[in-house]
Structure formats: C-alpha cells, structure tokens
C-alpha cells in the first residue's frame, strides 16, 4: 500500500504565493517521477511540473517562470513553489508518483487533491 496526502492548498489573492507539499508513505522501495497536475473547474486534469529522482525538471508553459517544483528524496515529499498566482490558477492540485514498492511491483499513485483557489 502507498498513499500520497497533498496539503497547502488555500484561498489566496492573485500575485500571491503558496507552497503545496505532498507525502508518500506506505511500501516505498523507490519513487522515480513525481509530478503535479491539476484540474481547472470544468476542465480536464493537466501536467503543471515534474521532476525525477536526480532532480530534472519539466514545466508547463503556463506555470513557467513563477512555479518550482522540487523534492525531497529522504522524505519521499515533492512541493510545488507557486509564486505571482493568476486567477486562472484555480483549480484542484493533485500529486502523482511512479513508485517501485517493496515487492518491485510499480505504482502509478495519485493524491486524492487539494484547492488552490486565487480570487480578488
């Protein structure tokens, strides 16, 4: 069993940052990609940034220049820096990770979400 809890989700005015962070936990032998998406209201799920376990890094064109996304190998933890948040950053932030787990099955394991809402 693996679980991803995400939390730092918040109501915030545009121009304003937030922190987003998400766990893993469970039977965890390694974590290669770990990723975060999100679902606008009314819209379909889409990559924001991921990162592998060496740290390379990939952006939506979107989100580039004022998200960093980085993690923290001994922790099994990935955050997501959002900075100069736009109105149309609202949506629900979900993390996701490629997991190797004890029996060396791999997992493709999602958070359950968290609200970033960015209103005037």
């Known amino acids: 069993q693996v679980q991803l809890v995400e939390s730092g989700g918040a109501l915030v005015q545009p121009g304003e940052s937030l922190r987003l962070a998400c766990a893993a936990s469970?039977?965890?032998?390694?974590?290669?990609?770990m990723s975060w998406y999100r679902q606008p209201p009314g819209k379909g799920r889409e990559l924001v940034a991921t990162?592998?376990?060496?740290?390379?890094?990939n952006y939506a064109d979107s989100v580039k220049g004022r998200f960093t996304i980085s993690r923290d190998n001994a922790k099994n933890t990935v955050y997501l820096q959002m900075n100069s948040l736009k109105v149309e950053d609202t949506a629900v932030y979900y993390c996701?990770?490629?997991?190797?787990?004890?029996?060396?099955?791999?997992?493709?394991?999602w958070g359950k979400g968290t609200l970033v809402t960015v209103s005037p």
């Open positions: 469970g039977s965890i032998f390694s974590i290669d990609v």
């Open positions: 996701y990770a490629y997991v190797t787990d004890w029996s060396h099955d791999a997992i493709n394991q």
């Open positions: 990162i592998t376990f060496s740290g390379r890094t």
